[in-house]
């Protein structure tokens, strides 16, 4: 490739902020979603354990 004739930028590169808002966004949703979920699973596994021991 020759260095010559390339092209230079006209503007200075930006961050597509739009772009990392609604990736960060979905990502905390999912996460808190996950996080929720898991949280769930271990209170009813607690919930039952004592249901158990209890009869």
Known sequence: ???ENQKHPTSPSKPKKALIISVGFLSSLFLSIFVALIIEAL??????????SNQ
């Open 1 to 3: 490739m020759d260095l």
């Open 43 to 52: 209170e009813s596994r607690k919930h039952s354990i004592r249901q158990a």
